[in-house]
Each structure stands twice: as structure tokens, then as C-alpha cells.
């Protein structure tokens, strides 16, 4: 009896959960094309449909950075300057200031570190060197022999006394077990997981992810930008069939402090503590210093498509060259019209990106993607394998934007990221140099090549493109 109740209760419950979910999604997603696909797939699968919306179409993360993440840290000590002395950036600099609501640090050093060769014997250096605090945020953090010799130059630092804390991505730090947790925890490191995930209470959400890359030493200096840790970087050990190419970069001066404070909120948001004085800088505003800078934290939460918003800007304030860099590209569709609207008055565009991508659904979908620029004249090009990581965005010869973001719907609208601009001449001419090594070994990329995919090809691409806003 009761089974036959339940097969005569549950067809229309499963149609009731699959209307009411179409129905959140009408009422809360900005997107049409979202609203449309997420709609139609919970009325077609009425019972699939509202499990994947759970998992992957809510955006959980507004409510709760509006009760908690924007923490009250003080952010006063932050002196900025609007218009250095004997500078002009402008119109470039006005929109990350109208975004952000500061001006410009300085930035005294400039460091580029290719690779995890470069990278994880300077960090290393950096922490054996470190008196005071040391503060490091990752996404990944592997539990291999790259992230066990960061984890003991951390477990000595404690040691001896220095101030050391640790934020890994929940998710992140499960790509590759063991987790790096447990070991951090028995060298004494503190060590704090960013929106962990977890059964009971339930908490599987993969979008709200921290996504930045931060390492900062006694306030003085500060590592930031694409590579995670883990052996996957060490790109001269060609034995590894995942190893990865990227770029990463250590800043001293001013900029030091907006770095430390944006580590701040992310510590306090995952212990869930409040600070208990307010946050002082440990340097200033130089002068003279060679290269000017800006933060630029975005996430998804009531301040949502700042990142999105700042590189529309950018290239639509493009009076030369738009040099764009990411391994992941699967662009909205203004900065779509951007970048055409550029080549349309001039402006030199050209994309580099990974002929070999670690992710091939990604891939696929920046395949569909790539028709209506290469319509319009733009120079795409693939770079050889491995996989390369690194994300630049230069504009003319005096803008560069550096950090953790690609950009792809994921990173422009559901993690939390972290980018810098820098405006100089010589930062730019530096980074540049690196951008037009790797555009050489880079191969054209043409319409030809992409109609003469086969048709199964052409669906797949298709397919993975409508999966877009969620890879």
C-alpha cells in the first residue's frame, strides 16, 4: 500500500521540486541565456535538473559575504595617490579608481619569476629569511616534494619564533590527496581552509572559491600571482606529462600593505574572527618609484564583476596594443565587443592560449568561442604544450594587469580573485619581453582551422560552450 502511494506521490513531487527550482532561476539569475538554459534543463529533467542547479547554478556566496566576508578592517593606514607626482596614466588609471575608490601605490621592485624553478627557491629564501610574519594564501597546495619543502621552511620559521598562517581553497586542496592540511597542522603551521568543503552540515558548493595566490614576508615584500604549489610547476622536469609553465611575481613598496590587508579579510572571513586593532601598513608611498600600482579584489558577492568590469574598460581605453595572455578564455560577450571594437579602430589585438589545456571541456567550449574574433581580424594564436598557466593583459606601453584570474566565467563571476595593474613603462617593456618569447614559439590560429573540425568535433565544442558559465 504505501509503495503505491509513494508511486502515485512521486511524480508530481518531482514536477513541483523541478518548477519551483525553474522558478528560483527565473527570479534570480542575471543572465538570460542562464535563466533559458537552467529552465528548460529542470523542466526536461525535473528531477536532475534541480540537483545539478543546487550543486552549480546558486549563487550561495552573496548572502553570506554580505553577513560576514567584508569584515570591518581598517583600511585608513592605505595611503594612495590619485596622480603621482610627474605621472599621467589617465584614462587608464580612472577606471580601477572609479572601481575601486583608491588610487596608486608605489611599487619600488618588480621581480618575474617563471616557473616553479624560480619561484619556490626564492619563496624558500623569503621564509628562511622572514623575522616577523609570514602570511600564504593558495588555491593549490600540493602534498608532494614542492609543498613538503615550503611546508618545512614554514614548520622552521614557527620554530624560531615568526608569526606564520596559512589559507588553502577547501576545494583546492582536494585536487590532489593526501590534502596538505594534516601535514601543515602537525609541523604546528596555523592553517585555514577557505569555505571547506563538507558533509555534515552539508557544504559541497564548488563556486565561492579563493582563488588567489599570496605569499607575504614581514610586510616588506610580497609574491603574488598564477602558479599554485606543487611539483606540476617545475617545468624543466620534462619527464611530468602535466607539468605547467606560468609566471609569478614578487612586489615590494607600498603595494606590500594593500596585499597584507587583502590576506586580513580572507583570514578573519575563514576563522571567523574579528580583528581586534585596526590594520597599519608597514611601508610608504615612495615618490619616486618607477612603477605605480593598484589591488583589485573581486569575488561573487555584492561587488560582483569588478575584474569583469576593469578589463572592459581597459581595452575599450586601448590607443595601441591589447596583449592578452590566459589559459583559460571564455570570455563575456562585451568584452567580446571590446576587443572587436579595438581591432575596428586599430588597435593591435592578439591572444595567446594553450594549444594543450589540462582541462579539455574548457578547451572544446574556447573553440566555439573563437569564431566571431577571428571573424573580425584578431590574432589568436595556440601555444605548444605543456599546458601553460601564465595570465597577462597588456594595454599600450605603460598598463599591465597581473594575478590570480583567467578570464572565464568562473573566475570573473564565482571565485574570489585577486589581480594588481601596474602602470610603468619599464614593468610593462619587462613583461612584454616574456609575452612576445612565448607569441613567437605560438602557432596562428584561422577559420580554416576551425571549420575543418568534423562535425562530432563541432557538437562536442558546442555542447561544452552551453557548460560555459560553470567550467
Known sequence: MAIDVLVWL??????????????????????????????????ILPLAGPILYYLFGINRVRSRARKGYDSKLNRDALTTLNDPPGTFFRPLSTIGETLTGKGLSACTQLDLLENGEALYPAMIKAINTAQNRILLASYIFDHNNSG???????????ARGVEVKVIVDGLGEMMYLPRIGEALRSRNTEFARFNPLRLFPPSLNINMRSHRKLLIIDGTHAFTGGQNIGDRHLADNESNP???????????????????????????????????????GSNANDDNAKIWSRLILDGPHKRIDKLNNLILGVISAARSRVLIMTPYFLPTFDIIGALIAAQLRGVQVQILLPGHNNIAAAHWAMQNTLRQLLQAGLDIRYQPAPFVHSKLLLIDECYTLIGSANIDPRSLRLNYEL??????????????????????????????????????????DSLAWLFSPYL
Not at 613538503?148 to 614557527?158: E, T
Not at 611575481?249 to 585596526?278: H, M, Q, S
Request: charged share 20%; net charge positive.
Open 10 to 43: 512521486l511524480p508530481p513531487f518531482v514536477l513541483t521540486i523541478g518548477l519551483l527550482t525553474a522558478g528560483h532561476a527565473l527570479l534570480n539569475k542575471r543572465d538570460p541565456k542562464a535563466a533559458f538554459g537552467w529552465i528548460a534543463l529542470c523542466i
Open 148 to 158: 613538503l619543502q615550503i611546508a618545512d621552511a614554514l614548520a622552521a620559521a614557527v
Open 242 to 280: 602535466d607539468r605547467v609553465l606560468d609566471m609569478h611575481f614578487c612586489l615590494r613598496g607600498k603595494i606590500v600593505d594593500d596585499l597584507e590587508w587583502a590576506f586580513w579579510k580572507d583570514w578573519y572571513f575563514c576563522t571567523n574572527t574579528k580583528p581586534t586593532t585596526p590594520f597599519m
Open 419 to 460: 589581480a594588481v595593474e601596474l602602470f610603468s613603462t619599464g614593468a610593462n617593456a619587462s613583461i612584454s619581453a616574456y609575452y612576445e618569447k612565448k607569441a613567437a614559439q605560438a602557432v596562428s590560429v584561422t577559420l580554416d582551422d576551425l571549420n575543418s573540425r568534423s562535425l562530432p568535433r563541432r557538437l562536442r
